[in-house]
């Protein structure tokens, strides 16, 4: 028996539909694997900050504390927390930057941004 025209475009509309479905679940895998790989970059930038600084210790401290999941709480039962060390002050970084310096004053005073005025 053959195909009528209107049985043709409704496969087509179906394999359409799949292709698009599947392009959207590969997309939401993306977006849930870059979602995962930031969380574990800034975690461990968090964890290095607070074996540095006891400000940044104390907050990680809260944090884990405040998990709402027990089992999220579990997983750091037998971590060994930072204490960090006091927040050296940088007085080349704290320096107000006086508007009428030019781009290479700030790049000698470890500033790269651009100029605001």
């Known amino acids: 028996m053959a195909e009528t025209e209107l049985e043709r475009a409704e ?15 590969r997309e939401a895998t993306r977006q849930r694997k870059l979602d995962t790989r930031r969380k574990v970059i800034l975690g461990g930038a968090l964890m290095d900050l607070a074996e540095r600084d006891s400000g940044a210790a104390a907050m990680l401290d809260r944090l884990i504390r405040n998990l709402p999941r027990e089992q999220d709480r579990k997983a750091f039962a037998d971590w060994v927390q930072p204490t960090g060390r006091p927040p050296l002050l940088r007085p080349a970084l704290m320096r107000i930057r006086r508007p009428d310096a030019g781009r290479d004053a700030c790049l000698s005073e470890g500033y790269s941004g651009s100029s605001v005025g």
């Open 11 to 25: 496969k087509r509309y179906a394999q359409a539909k799949a292709r698009l479905q599947a392009l959207k679940n």
